[in-house]
C-alpha cells in the first residue's frame, strides 16, 4: 500500500441558490485557494478527478464546462465520476495506489437549484421500469424508510428530533452552513411535516455548493504541508437498488464497508456521516458502532447544507479540518450515494504517522 | 377493456426536466454588452489572452478572468463550413456558410454565418465585419448580428491567425 495523504481543502459557502456564477465560476476560486494552500499551481497537479452529475446542470457533459477551473493547458490527465466526488476521491487514491499519479487534485460541484424541481431529477435514479413512472419523491422514500424505523421500536420521533437539534446547533459555527440554528425539541417536533414523519428539519435543504481537495503520495505530502491526514482505509459497497428487497431500516453496505475500512481498529475521535435525513444519521450510527465516537458531525453534517456531488467530499474534508486543527487524531469520513441509504462509502483517517 | 393475463412487453413513460439555468458572471456581462451593440470578451490574468464570448474561469489557466475587453466587430475568417446537408432541427436555409471568426482584438475565433456573398468566394484570412440588426430588435443574443460580410480588405497573411486554427 502506498500511503496517501490529504493535504488540502476549500469548499465554497453553501446557498440556497447561486444567482451570479456558473459551476466554474464556483470552482476556480476555490480550486486556487486550495493548491494556494498546499504551495502549489495548478501545473504542479498530475491527476484530475471530479464528481458531478449532468442531471443537476441540465447539460449535456457538463463536467467538461467545469474543466475550465483547472486550466487545461499544458494537457492534464482528468477523469470524472458520476458521483458525489467522495467516489472522485477513492479514484484518486487507487490512482495514486497504482502509480499513476503523486499529487491529485479532486473536486465536486453541483447547483441543485438549477433544475426547477430536484425531486424529480433525483426521482430518475430510481428502477426506471417500477418506480420512475410514479414520479415518487426520494423524500416520500425516506419518509416509508423513517416510518419502518420507527415501527421498528428502535427510534422515536424524539430520537429523529435530537438528531436535528444537535446538527443545526453545531452547524452554527460552520462559516460554509447554509442552515443552522438552536431550535427546542418542541419547535423541532411540531414543525410541519413534508411527507409524514418527516419535517424540513429532518431533510437536508436544496443547496448549491462546490469543494476540491488535494491528495498526494508520502514523500511529497510531507514536503508540501506540515500535517498531512493519512488515508488509513477506504471502502464502498452497494445494496440492491430496488426498495422492496432490502430492509430499509438497515444499512448493511455501510456496516460492510466500515468494517473493511478499518473504522473501529482503534478510537474515533470524530466522524462526519453523510445523512441528509434524520433517521438515516440514526440507522447509520447504529449500523456503522458510532455510539462511542467523540464528536460526531462537528460541522452541522448536511442538515446544514447539502450540496450534492460535493456533501460526500465534504464530510471527508471536514474530518481532514478537525484533526490538521488538532481536536482529535482518528476520524472516519462517510458518503452515501442512491436511494435510501444504498451505497456507502467509509474513509477512515489518522492524523498520526506511523 | 385490457385482459389482466395478457403480459406487458412494453410501455411508454414520457419524461421532461425543467430547468433555469443562469449564465453566470461571464456570460451574463458578454450578453448584458451585446443588447447595447458592444462586443465584450475577457483577459486571462495569466496568459493575457482575450476570450469572447467569456465563460467566468480562463481555459488555459483555470482563473477567474475579472477584466473585461472590448473587441472589434470586425475580424478574420480562420476557417469555414458550407453547409449544404439538411439535418433535424436545421433552423437556416441551405446551402449556408458558418464559419469562426477571429475579432480583432479576440485570441479566440467565436462562430457566426458569412452572408452576401457565395461560399465559393469565402477563404481562410478574409475580413470580414458584422451586419447588425435593427437596433429596436436587439436582445441578449448573437442573433442581433444577422451575418458577417467580406470588407474587402487584403486577406490577412496564414502567420497572422495559424496561432487560432
Same mark, same amino acid.
Given at each position: 500500500?502506498?500511503?496517501?495523504?490529504?493535504?488540502?481543502?476549500?469548499?465554497?459557502?453553501?446557498?440556497?441558490?447561486?444567482?451570479?456564477?456558473?459551476?466554474?465560476?464556483? !470552482?476556480?476560486?476555490?480550486?486556487?485557494?486550495?493548491? +494556494?494552500?498546499?504551495?502549489?499551481?495548478?501545473?504542479?497537479?498530475?491527476?484530475?478527478?471530479?464528481?458531478?452529475?449532468?442531471?443537476?446542470?441540465?447539460?449535456?457533459?457538463?463536467?467538461?464546462?467545469?474543466? +475550465?477551473?483547472?486550466?487545461?493547458?499544458?494537457?492534464?490527465?482528468? #477523469?470524472?465520476?458520476?458521483?458525489?466526488?467522495?467516489?472522485?476521491?477513492?479514484?484518486?487514491?487507487?490512482?495514486?495506489?497504482?502509480?499513476?499519479?503523486?499529487?491529485?487534485?479532486?473536486?465536486?460541484?453541483?447547483?441543485?437549484?438549477?433544475?426547477?424541481?430536484?425531486?424529480?431529477?433525483?426521482?430518475?435514479?430510481?428502477?426506471?421500469?417500477?418506480?420512475?413512472?410514479?414520479?415518487?419523491?426520494?423524500? #416520500?422514500?425516506?419518509?416509508?424508510?423513517?416510518?419502518?424505523?420507527?415501527?421498528?421500536?428502535?427510534?422515536?420521533?424524539?430520537?429523529?428530533?435530537?438528531?436535528?437539534?444537535?446538527?443545526?446547533?453545531?452547524?452554527?459555527?460552520?462559516?460554509?452552513?447554509?442552515?443552522?440554528?438552536?431550535?427546542?425539541?418542541?419547535?423541532?417536533?411540531?414543525?410541519?411535516?413534508?411527507?409524514?414523519?418527516?419535517?424540513?428539519?429532518?431533510?437536508?435543504?436544496?443547496?448549491?455548493?462546490?469543494?476540491?481537495?488535494?491528495?498526494?503520495?508520502?514523500?511529497?505530502?510531507?514536503?508540501?504541508?506540515?500535517?498531512?491526514?493519512?488515508?488509513?482505509?477506504?471502502?464502498?459497497?452497494?445494496?440492491?437498488?430496488?426498495?422492496?428487497?432490502?430492509?430499509?431500516?438497515?444499512?448493511?453496505?455501510?456496516? !460492510?464497508?466500515?468494517?473493511?475500512?478499518?473504522?473501529?481498529?482503534?478510537?474515533?475521535?470524530?466522524?462526519?456521516?453523510?445523512?441528509?435525513?434524520?433517521?438515516?444519521?440514526?440507522?447509520?450510527?447504529?449500523?456503522?458502532?458510532?455510539?462511542?465516537?467523540?464528536?460526531?458531525?462537528?460541522?452541522?453534517?448536511?442538515?446544514?447544507?447539502?450540496?450534492?456531488?460535493?456533501?460526500?467530499?465534504?464530510?471527508?474534508?471536514?474530518?481532514?479540518?478537525?484533526?490538521?486543527?488538532?481536536?482529535?487524531?482518528?476520524?472516519?469520513?462517510?458518503?452515501?450515494?442512491? #436511494?435510501?441509504?444504498?451505497?456507502?462509502?467509509?474513509?477512515?483517517?489518522?492524523?498520526?504517522?506511523? | 377493456?385490457?385482459?389482466?393475463?395478457?403480459?406487458?412487453?412494453?410501455?411508454?413513460?414520457?419524461?421532461?426536466?425543467?430547468?433555469?439555468?443562469?449564465?453566470?458572471?461571464?456570460?451574463?456581462?458578454?450578453?448584458?454588452?451585446?443588447?447595447?451593440?458592444?462586443?465584450?470578451?475577457?483577459?486571462?490574468?495569466?496568459?493575457?489572452?482575450?476570450?469572447?464570448?467569456?465563460?467566468?474561469?480562463?481555459?488555459?489557466?483555470?482563473?477567474?478572468?475579472?477584466?473585461?475587453?472590448?473587441?472589434?466587430?470586425?475580424?478574420?475568417?480562420?476557417?469555414?463550413?458550407?453547409?449544404?446537408?439538411?439535418?433535424?432541427?436545421?433552423?437556416?436555409?441551405?446551402?449556408?456558410?458558418?464559419?469562426?471568426?477571429?475579432?480583432?482584438?479576440?485570441?479566440?475565433?467565436?462562430?457566426?454565418?458569412?452572408?452576401?456573398?457565395?461560399?465559393?468566394?469565402?477563404?481562410?484570412?478574409?475580413?470580414?465585419?458584422?451586419?447588425?440588426?435593427?437596433?429596436?430588435?436587439?436582445?441578449?443574443?448573437?442573433?442581433?448580428?444577422?451575418?458577417?460580410?467580406?470588407?474587402?480588405?487584403?486577406?490577412?497573411?496564414?502567420?497572422?491567425?495559424?496561432?487560432?486554427?
Amino acid at each position: 500500500m502506498v500511503d496517501v495523504g490529504i493535504v488540502g481543502f476549500s469548499q465554497s459557502t453553501m446557498l440556497a441558490c447561486e444567482p451570479e456564477k456558473t459551476d466554474a465560476e464556483m !470552482l476556480s476560486p476555490v480550486i486556487t485557494e486550495v493548491l +494556494d494552500g498546499c504551495g502549489l499551481k495548478r501545473q504542479d497537479v498530475d491527476f484530475v478527478v471530479s464528481g458531478s452529475t449532468d442531471y443537476l446542470s441540465g447539460i449535456p457533459f457538463s463536467f467538461v464546462h467545469a474543466l +475550465d477551473a483547472i486550466g487545461v493547458w499544458p494537457p492534464v490527465a482528468e #477523469s470524472h465520476v458520476e458521483m458525489d466526488a467522495a467516489w472522485a476521491f477513492y479514484e484518486a487514491w487507487v490512482k495514486i495506489q497504482t502509480g499513476g499519479a503523486k499529487i491529485a487534485l479532486v473536486y465536486g460541484f453541483g447547483k441543485s437549484s438549477t433544475p426547477n424541481d430536484l425531486d424529480q431529477v433525483m426521482a430518475m435514479q430510481l428502477d426506471p421500469y417500477h418506480l420512475v413512472p410514479l414520479g415518487i419523491k426520494p423524500s #416520500s422514500l425516506a419518509a416509508l424508510q423513517a416510518r419502518i424505523l420507527l415501527e421498528s421500536g428502535r427510534a422515536t420521533m424524539e430520537d429523529m428530533a435530537l438528531v436535528a437539534q444537535r446538527n443545526l446547533y453545531q452547524g452554527q459555527s460552520n462559516p460554509w452552513s447554509l442552515r443552522s440554528g438552536n431550535f427546542s425539541l418542541d419547535a423541532l417536533l411540531n414543525a410541519p411535516k413534508i411527507a409524514e414523519p418527516l419535517s424540513e428539519f429532518d431533510c437536508a435543504p436544496v443547496t448549491d455548493g462546490v469543494a476540491a481537495m488535494v491528495v498526494a503520495t508520502k514523500d511529497v505530502a510531507e514536503q508540501l504541508v506540515e500535517r498531512p491526514v493519512w488515508v488509513r482505509g477506504i471502502d464502498h459497497r452497494i445494496d440492491p437498488p430496488a426498495m422492496g428487497v432490502r430492509d430499509l431500516s438497515d444499512a448493511p453496505s455501510a456496516r !460492510l464497508a466500515c468494517e473493511k475500512a478499518g473504522a473501529h481498529c482503534d478510537k474515533l475521535d470524530v466522524a462526519e456521516i453523510y445523512a441528509p435525513y434524520s433517521h438515516q444519521e440514526l440507522i447509520l450510527r447504529e449500523v456503522m458502532g458510532l455510539a462511542s465516537v467523540e464528536k460526531l458531525n462537528p460541522s452541522g453534517g448536511v442538515l446544514c447544507g447539502h450540496p450534492i456531488m460535493s456533501a460526500g467530499l465534504i464530510r471527508i474534508g471536514e474530518v481532514f479540518r478537525y484533526i490538521t486543527e488538532g481536536k482529535g487524531d482518528r476520524g472516519l469520513g462517510h458518503a452515501t450515494s442512491g #436511494s435510501c441509504l444504498q451505497q456507502n462509502l467509509v474513509v477512515t483517517l489518522e492524523g498520526k504517522h506511523g | 377493456m385490457s385482459d389482466a393475463s395478457k403480459k406487458v412487453t412494453r410501455f411508454k413513460s414520457p419524461t421532461s426536466i425543467g430547468y433555469t439555468i443562469r449564465s453566470g458572471a461571464a456570460s451574463g456581462g458578454f450578453l448584458r454588452s451585446i443588447k447595447e451593440g458592444k462586443i465584450v470578451g475577457m483577459r486571462c490574468p495569466e496568459t493575457r489572452k482575450v476570450y469572447v464570448p467569456p465563460r467566468g474561469p480562463s481555459p488555459t489557466s483555470g482563473l477567474l478572468m475579472t477584466e473585461e475587453v472590448e473587441v472589434s466587430d470586425r475580424g478574420i475568417i480562420t476557417t469555414f463550413c458550407e453547409v449544404n446537408v439538411p439535418f433535424e432541427g436545421q433552423a437556416l436555409e441551405i446551402p449556408y456558410v458558418a464559419a469562426s471568426i477571429l475579432l480583432d482584438g479576440a485570441d479566440i475565433p467565436m462562430l457566426h454565418l458569412i452572408g452576401e456573398c457565395t461560399p465559393t468566394e469565402i477563404r481562410m484570412g478574409m475580413r470580414v465585419k458584422a451586419i447588425w440588426k435593427d437596433e429596436s430588435e436587439w436582445g441578449h443574443t448573437t442573433e442581433n448580428i444577422l451575418y458577417f460580410v467580406p470588407t474587402g480588405e487584403n486577406d490577412a497573411a496564414l502567420s497572422d491567425f495559424v496561432e487560432h486554427l
